[in-house]
């Protein structure tokens, strides 16, 4: 080997050094799988258990019933992950867990499901569909963040398709929304939005599953207290209780709380939270369907015209996030 070769092969080996070929990471169909069954629960079911919870309500108390839906079933996963061998929760942890829980569950759902006795499904799915215009305040007043025009565009959708959605020029007609449940759906969204905010930085287990069933046994705990302080409790009779409420409160155990909620909790570790929001505004519609199909909820062209604004509104700020959850991190070369 002469020496021209010799320094040939010293440069090409210099050079496959500084670029290495990188194989991308083949793809996993079964993990592929496992997202779109996830992406489903969340869709079709959370959709689903607000007529669930509107069926639930009709012969069970509002509180009785949900807070023995989320009891039972944070406690059911509570139990099946410790029998796992999962590490129990620390006191820091359990505190977290009972301020979240107070917020999501115990207001957020707990205001939903009293409403729900006067409120449609569908409407009250389309008011729940505010709750990313909340972060959106929260974060503007927490931390001075500025939002962008189309941020702004999308709150003021979000308010023109509530204006539009609760007709305050014809509030006295039979026809329109209750204003005192629609305002105990929305002071539902704004615990929801703040108990959302405040888990980001909150202590929580390692297991996340853990956390939410902690979550579900505190606030279900809540709640069944809100019904006995209240006197539902004690004035509630089980022979009145329908079978049709009785089934919707165990699909709103197994498929609302322990399925998707689940579900909602491994997809965001699984794909970017900008991608799971999306349920905001896929919910009220699947919402919507079914309590005109099943429930002979009102559906007219106000109430559509209002999903269609609502809804707008919903994406354009959930797609500046996705947006900004897809910029490319970039560093300094040293």
Known sequence: MNVREGRGRSRRRKESMKSPIVNPAPVDPRQTTKIVLAFAAVYIVWGSTYLG????????PPFLM??????????????????????????????????????LIGGGNGAVSWAEQTVPSGLTALIIALI?????????????IRPSLEVVLG??????????LIDPA?????????????????????AWAIGSMYS????????????????????????????????????FEMHQVSAVSLVSLGYLIVFGSLIAFT???????????????????????????????????????????????IVAGVVLITSVKMRQAAKPITTEKG
């Not at 014809?170 to 704004?190: E, K, N, P």
Request: charged residues 10%.
């Open 53 to 60: 919870i509107r069926f639930a309500v009709e012969t069970i």
């Open 155 to 164: 709150l003021a959708l979000g308010l023109i398709g509530m204006i539009v």
């Open 263 to 309: 579900s909602y909790i491994w997809l965001l570790k699984a794909t970017t939270p900008a991608r799971v929001s999306t349920y905001a505004y896929v919910n009220p519609v699947i919402a919507v369907f079914l309590g005109w199909l099943l429930a002979d909820e009102l559906l007219n062209a106000r109430i559509i015209i209002a999903a269609i604004i």
């Open 170 to 190: 014809r509030i006295t007609d039979s026809g329109h929304v209750d204003l005192i449940g629609a305002a105990v759906v929305v002071a539902g969204t704004i």
């Open 200 to 235: 980001r930085g909150a202590e929580h287990p390692s297991r996340p599953l853990l956390g939410t069933a902690m979550q579900m046994m505190t606030g279900g705990a809540l709640l069944l207290l809100t019904s006995a302080v209240t006197g539902e409790a004690a004035s």
């Open 66 to 103: 949900a807070g023995t839906r989320f009891f039972i079933a944070g406690a059911g996963l509570y139990l099946w992950l410790r029998l796992r061998g999962v590490k129990g929760p620390t006191r820091s942890q359990w505190k977290s867990a009972a301020i979240i829980g107070f917020l």
């Open 132 to 144: 990313p215009l909340w972060f959106v305040v929260i974060e503007w007043m927490q931390h001075s």
